[in-house]
């Protein structure tokens, strides 16, 4: 289709999979809308901040992509926060690149509210269109951070302008669009909801007693699971009070894993937040039962997903929050917090439940629950996975995305606006399960199921980075060759 495609994602580059400090779900959105965009035709560049001097300045991949490392600030590691006095100069970097590439984009695809200001600046520089995907706000940040936000004071008069200018913003929920009209009153006629997703040829079910025995967990215990970056406003805190109730209150004896960290092994001096987690699972009795795993690499994490017998995750808040999805296509049910992305990837009785996000109570309530009820676990993890599948692979998110370029691009289908819907394409009508299930109850089928579209594509980490190396050019560009 000849069309050239610039993603801009100043602090999360695809290559932070390697052991980068900055990696969490904007690595993995742009790596595999980029893959799976190179799949449809596209011709697809990331630009990205060089956070090393080990980097080349650009590496090309077997599918056609090219990861440019851009030269804003210094070559080492800056945290997020502090990234926004150098994006002037990322700017001017692309405009050069620009000129002396002859590489003419049709349009920027910015990723975080950072980008989306270099992309703004484009803009005005060349005329070319950007649509932006902010990842997190800057006000909703502010709301459930206040003062332990480090992000400067200018971000949400940045993000103002940038959804003034923006040809197009996408929200990746329902609960992101809300935010977007009544905390910045975005123009609803240029705003669609296409949501992250999941990597299904990564994460799917492995026979539970298989990823025991791999992982070396008793066969016969009962285990919850909590995975993701240990921070505060993950809400971890929650989870430990919650599975205690399950023990304390309710009788069931379980062994709650905790996978994350800045280590491969637990460090409370690297992680501070495992140094309190620990004071608040001895504090709440079941020190002896929360075990904290470590920071485990992708390729293991589908064994720990199915592995466990529920998947617990209670923010504060989540602008979207990729880790329910990956455990729903493992076919883990997700006992999740009632706020932003989860409340639209969890169906509440269908594919899990959802509760309050600092309601220990409730979390020990829906756990006892399904622990009472076996075969109703085994129909949440059966619609866990067809929802996965079905509503959320990137190949289907990509598509999406490509409609939405091409609706900007050309012009006589720019009126076709409200296409891109959540109703249309990424939900799906389901019966939901009795709460009290009967002790035959069984996996009901979907009123109006979405056709299965499982993405048979590579990992876009593995395809852009797990590979041989070959030789340099005159920019230092590497070429990666299969």
């Known amino acids: 289709m000849n069309r050239r495609i610039a993603l801009i994602s100043e602090h999360a580059s695809p290559l932070a999979s390697l052991g980068g400090t900055d990696f969490g779900g904007q690595n993995v959105y742009v790596a595999q809308i980029a893959q799976n965009l190179a799949a449809l035709g596209y011709a697809v560049d990331i630009f990205t901040r060089r956070g090393s001097d080990d980097l080349p300045r650009s590496v090309r991949c077997p599918s056609g992509i090219r990861v440019i490392h851009v030269p804003a600030g210094p070559p080492r590691y800056v ?5 926004l006095p150098y994006m002037e100069e990322f700017t001017d970097f692309v405009l050069h690149w620009r000129r ?3 590489a003419r984009y049709d349009l ?29 706000l800057g006000r909703v940040r502010r709301v459930h951070q206040g003062q332990a936000d480090g992000f400067p004071d200018a971000r949400a008069e940045i993000e103002d302008r940038i959804i003034r200018e923006a040809d197009c913003v ?21 705003m669609r909801i296409v949501p992250c997703g999941v990597d299904n040829t990564r994460f799917s079910p492995v026979p539970k007693g298989t990823a025991r025995t791999i992982l070396g967990l008793d066969p016969d215990e009962r285990i919850v699971l909590q995975l993701g970056r240990l ?7 929650n989870v430990i009070r919650g599975f205690a109730r399950l023990i304390t209150v309710h009788g069931v004896e379980a062994r709650l894993l905790v996978v994350g960290g800045e280590s491969d092994e637990p460090d409370p001096v690297r992680t501070p937040e495992i140094g309190r987690l620990r004071d608040v699972a001895r504090a709440a009795g079941v020190g002896d039962r929360v075990v904290f795993v470590g920071r485990r690499g992708r390729d293991v994490l589908r064994h720990y997903y199915s592995a466990a017998d529920v998947f617990v ?56 629950h399904l622990y009472r009820y076996p075969q109703l676990m085994r129909a949440l993890a059966a619609r866990a996975i067809q929802r996965a599948n079905d509503c959320f692979s990137w190949s289907n998110v990509a598509q999406a995305i490509a ?20 109703s249309t394409l990424f939900s799906e009508r389901l019966v939901p399960l009795p709460v009290h299930p009967a002790a035959d109850v069984a996996p009901m089928e979907p009123e109006l199921p979405l056709p299965h579209v499982a993405s048979r594509l590579a990992d876009a980490q593995q395809a852009l980075f797990d590979r041989p190396r070959g030789g340099d050019d005159d920019l230092g560009n590497v070429e990666l060759t299969a």
């Open 79 to 83: 945290p997020k926060e502090d990234l």
């Open 403 to 422: 409609r939405l370029y091409e609706d900007l691009l050309t012009p006589h289908r720019r009126q076709v606006h409200r296409q891109l819907s959540t």
């Open 108 to 136: 920027y695809h910015a990723n975080f509210w950072m980008s989306g200001l270099v992309a703004a600046d484009l803009k005005r520089a060349t005329g070319t269109p950007f649509i932006v995907t902010f990842h997190a």
């Open 313 to 368: 995750t209670t923010p504060w808040y989540e602008p979207f929050g990729i880790t329910p999805l990956e455990a729903m296509a493992c076919g883990t049910p997700v006992i999740g917090a009632n706020v932003g992305g989860i409340k639209f990837t969890v169906r509440d009785g269908e594919t899990g439940y959802l509760v309050p996000p600092r309601d220990p109570d409730a979390v020990g309530e829906r756990l006892a």
């Open 231 to 237: 921070v505060p406003r993950k809400g971890i805190d």
């Open 100 to 102: 002396c590439r002859g």
């Open 170 to 190: 996408i929200a990746e929920c329902p609960q992101d669009e809300e935010d977007l009209l009544c905390l910045y009153g975005a123009d609803p006629e240029r």
